[in-house]
């Protein structure tokens, strides 16, 4: 977790002071949620934790959820970034899917906490994180939409796709954090590889 900067003068612009603070924040409650779920964490251990003041919590995010949103926000912007990369390693399109398959159950066996605040209580809290989450997942399905490229595959494949490896994940976490998601990846390559032979 960034440092809790000492008082007087410690050379940092108001910028770097702030997004410090935002780091801290953002981490404390990923810890806090990690630790008894989104619905038990209150603002009072993340200004404990993050060592800032109620007042600066609440010029940095106006609630909670703002909170929690801001680091699912920033969550997906780095899982755009894996998932772009990824489908730029591979040739074939079972290349390209074992590829973003990868990235993305890397980041969960890595990220068991930030996948699990993701995945399970971002979508907890209402709409909003229901529409975030469901965001996310529109795009990964268009990735993949053009990952199969010309392959002969009906429209709404690259989406059941998608939702079947989200609900594997998801099964897995709930259960037991998610220590066995990396075991899926051999599975799904094989289904890639059946795939690529019957639509090719």
């Known amino acids: 977790m960034p440092r809790q900067l000492a008082g007087g003068p410690h050379g940092l612009t108001r910028a770097e002071v702030t997004a410090s603070q935002r780091a801290r924040a953002l981490q404390a409650l990923v810890e806090i949620v990690g630790e008894r779920g989104f619905a038990e964490a209150k603002v009072a251990d993340v200004l404990d934790r993050a060592g800032i003041s109620r007042k600066t919590f609440y010029e940095l995010f106006a609630t909670k959820e703002e909170c929690l949103f801001a680091v699912f926000d920033d969550v997906v912007q780095c899982v755009r970034g894996s998932v772009r990369t990824a489908m730029e390693r591979g040739v074939t399109p079972r ?106």
């Open 95 to 200: 290349e390209r899917l074992d590829a973003i398959t990868d990235s993305v159950l890397e980041w969960v066996d890595a990220e068991p906490e930030l996948a699990r605040l993701c995945l399970v209580e971002v979508p907890s809290t209402g709409v909003a994180g229901q529409r975030r989450l469901t965001a996310i997942l529109s795009w990964l399905s268009s990735a993949i939409a053009d990952v199969l490229g010309d392959l002969d595959v009906p429209d709404v494949l690259p989406e059941l796709l998608v939702g079947g490896v989200h609900q594997m994940v998801l099964n897995r976490i709930v259960a037991d954090g998610g220590a066995h998601v990396a075991a899926l990846a051999p599975d799904l390559s094989d289904v890639w590889a059946d795939l690529e032979r019957r639509a090719a």
